[in-house]
C-alpha cells in the first residue's frame, strides 16, 4: 500500500446525486494537491428483466431494454463528460462507465485501473433502508485492495 504522498492515481466513484457531488468535489481537490490522475467511473446497474418498460395508465409507448440500456450509458456519458470538462486541463482524467453491480464493478475498476485510493460518496442510509439496500460504500470498504475514503453525505454540525 502507498504511502499519502505516493497517491497517483484516484478512482472517484460518482453517480448523479448530491451524495457523489462531495465526493467528486473532495476527490478532484484531492488530485489536484497531490498531481494525481483521476479515473471518474460511473456503474449503471442492469435493468430490471423485463423486455417492455411503460406505464399503461399514462398512456406510454413501451420501451424496448435495448433502447433503455442506451439511454443510460448516455446518461452515463454525459454526466462522466460534464465532470470532467470541469477538472483543470492539466489533470488527467480518464473516464470509465461500467454496467452491472456498483461494488463489484467498483473494485474491478479499481484493479484494473491499479487505483491507489478509491473515493466514493454514501446515501448514508440506516436501519431498515440500510438493511433492504445494502451499502455499496461498506461493501466496496471490505473488499477493496486498495484504501477507501469515504465522504460522508452529513453535515458537520449534525453529529450529536
Not at 478512482?11 to 451524495?19: F, K, T
Not at 457531488?21 to 473532495?26: G, L, Q
Request: aromatic letters at 6%; hydrophobic letters at 40%; glycine letters at 4%.
Amino acid at each position: 500500500m502507498k504511502t499519502f504522498n505516493e497517491i497517483t492515481k484516484i478512482l472517484i466513484a460518482v453517480e448523479d446525486s448530491q451524495y457523489s457531488e462531495k465526493a467528486t468535489s473532495y476527490g478532484i481537490e484531492l488530485a489536484r494537491k497531490l498531481n494525481a490522475e483521476i479515473a471518474l467511473l460511473h456503474v449503471n446497474e442492469v435493468p430490471v428483466a423485463t423486455p417492455y418498460v411503460a406505464d399503461p395508465l399514462l398512456n406510454e409507448p413501451p420501451i424496448m431494454m435495448p433502447e433503455m440500456v442506451h439511454a443510460q450509458e448516455d446518461a452515463s456519458k454525459k454526466l462522466l463528460n460534464g465532470i470532467a470538462e470541469s477538472i483543470d486541463p492539466e489533470t488527467t482524467v480518464y473516464t470509465f462507465h461500467k454496467m452491472g453491480d456498483p461494488k463489484t464493478e467498483i473494485l474491478n475498476t479499481a484493479e484494473e485501473w491499479n487505483a491507489d485510493i478509491i473515493i466514493l460518496g454514501t446515501h448514508g442510509r440506516t436501519g431498515f433502508d440500510h438493511f433492504i439496500s445494502g451499502s455499496v460504500a461498506e461493501k466496496v470498504v471490505r473488499k477493496a485492495r486498495c484504501p477507501v475514503l469515504i465522504i460522508p453525505n452529513k453535515d458537520s454540525d449534525t453529529v450529536k
